[in-house]
T-cell receptor, first 108, second 116 residues
Framework: GQNIDQPTEMTATEGAIVQINCTYQTSGFNGLFWYQQHAGEAPTFLSYNVLDGLEEKGRFSSFLSRSKGYSYLLLKELQMKDSASYLCAASGYSTLTFGKGTMLLVSP | ETGVTQTPRHLVMGMTNKKSLKCEQHLGHNAMYWYKQSAKKPLELMFVYNFKEQTENNSVPSRFSPECPNSSHLFLHLHTLQPEDSALYLC???????????????FGQGTRLTVV
């Protein structure tokens, strides 16, 4: 079966650090993706993890623990433009299964 | 420009109408997908095509009919829809997925569909 769980909403202030958690149960799991989606726009790829550990990409980092079925997205030095929905997606067998997304609101 | 283009961007249709959504990708991918995104719900996979063959139909009602004439084009034909079908319909493409392979999906901008 497929099940992805992440918080519905988070708030943070400009310049801060925020961590968005995701737990998953996915048949044939082979990787974890994070996408960013601004209101009314298409999701855009941020990162993916195949092996356990931390992948760093500028202000964004993503972590994976396959044994725990757990991932997080870490956003540093938050900017107003980071206000968006962040989608966790688990890749298994032939497709991606998405969570409901976490709406991040960044305030001044 | 995402490499995946969807038309139209917005569509309003009555319950007795027939319309089609179009998706085109210029990324050389072999797999294409239709997703539905309703308010406050996760992206729901509807259909998957690999090398023009439908490999997945996620229990989608027959009022939605996909067509994939080649690896670059994907259509979603709509007829006798219900108001609850109003949603954002997203097309995506990727390299042909296989067991053990990562399949990053690239999305189009979506078609905002309203059924009245």
């Amino acid at each position: 079966g497929q099940n992805i769980d992440q918080p519905t909403e988070m708030t943070a202030t400009e310049g801060a650090i925020v961590q968005i958690n995701c737990t998953y149960q996915t048949s044939g799991f082979n990787g974890l993706f994070w996408y960013q989606q601004h209101a009314g726009e298409a999701p855009t790829f941020l990162s993916y993890n195949v092996l356990d550990g931390l992948e760093e990409k500028g202000r964004f980092s993503s972590f994976l623990s396959r044994s725990k079925g757990y991932s997080y997205l870490l956003l540093k030095e938050l900017q107003m433009k980071d206000s968006a929905s962040y989608l966790c997606a688990a890749s298994g067998y032939s497709t991606l299964t998405f969570g409901k997304g976490t709406m991040l609101l960044v305030s001044p | 420009e995402t490499g995946v283009t969807q038309t139209p961007r917005h569509l309003v249709m009555g319950m007795t109408n027939k319309k089609s959504l179009k998706c085109e990708q210029h990324l050389g991918h072999n797999a294409m997908y239709w997703y539905k995104q309703s308010a406050k719900k996760p992206l729901e996979l509807m259909f998957v095509y690999n090398f023009k063959e439908q490999t997945e139909n996620n229990s989608v009602p027959s009022r939605f009919s996909p067509e994939c004439p080649n690896s670059s084009h994907l259509f979603l034909h709509l007829h006798t829809l219900q108001p609850e079908d109003s949603a954002l319909y997203l097309c995506a493409s990727s390299q042909a997925p296989r067991v053990g392979a990562i399949t990053e999906a690239f999305f189009g901008q979506g078609t905002r569909l309203t059924v009245v």
